[in-house]
């Protein structure tokens, strides 16, 4: 099993940015695909973003495309969420995953979560 521990969310203006950090401890952080999900309030959880282990290949959702990148330091045991421009509608709780090499592919073989760290945008 998987720990993960995030960090980073806060309030802040509409357009304003905010980096999202989880730090991984348990198992080879490199073996692992990593995750950003997001659950906002009455809506189910939905992906953000995903890297592949070596942090060659990413993907996003349509809503973050072009505001959002993830990264990961494999030397840290740590993924990143750089989050720009941000929009009310990114207000969420967000959510770090790890999983196996499926992951990425299908989300829903992620199989380690953290315990969230909330994001308010205000406009």
């Known amino acids: 099993q998987v720990q993960l521990i995030e960090s980073g969310g806060g309030l802040v203006q509409a357009g304003d940015s905010l980096r999202l950090s989880c730090a991984a401890s348990?198992?080879?952080?490199?073996?692992?695909?990593m995750g950003w999900f997001r659950q906002a309030p009455g809506k189910e959880r939905e992906f953000v973003a995903a890297v592949s282990w070596t942090g060659g290949r990413t993907k996003y959702a349509d809503s973050v495309k072009g505001r959002f990148t993830i990264s990961r330091d494999n030397a840290k045991n740590t993924v990143y969420l750089q989050m720009n421009s941000l929009k009310p509608e990114d207000t969420a709780v967000y959510y770090c995953a790890a999983g196996d090499a499926g992951s990425y592919a299908n989300f829903d073989l992620f199989h380690s979560w953290g315990q969230g760290t909330q994001v308010t945008v205000s406009s």
């Open positions: 348990g198992r080879t952080f490199i073996s692992l695909v």
